[in-house]
């Protein structure tokens, strides 16, 4: 029983090192990195505008990868 124990709680670090991977995954060309940081700048974290700018891409694709790229961890 102990080891299953200790499986589970292993169980949680793969997950969240799924997801950073699942972000790195998502690629963008240069020219929509551009005009994401250009439309970030001027309306901030409103994915769904930045979004509306780039056909094909979701509000949370941009998202994923702003963050991914750009945010600090000051957790």
Request: hydrophobic share 30%; proline share 3%; glycine share 6%.
């Amino acid at each position: 029983m102990g080891d299953a124990d200790r499986s589970s709680s292993h169980d949680v670090s793969p997950d969240s090192t799924e997801q950073t991977n699942q972000a790195s995954k998502i690629k963008f060309s240069e020219e929509e990195e551009i005009l994401i940081a250009m439309v970030y700048n001027l309306v901030g974290e409103r994915w769904s505008l930045i979004a509306g700018r780039i056909p094909g891409r979701t509000a949370e694709e941009i998202e994923k990868y702003w963050t991914s790229r750009y945010s600090s961890t000051s957790e």
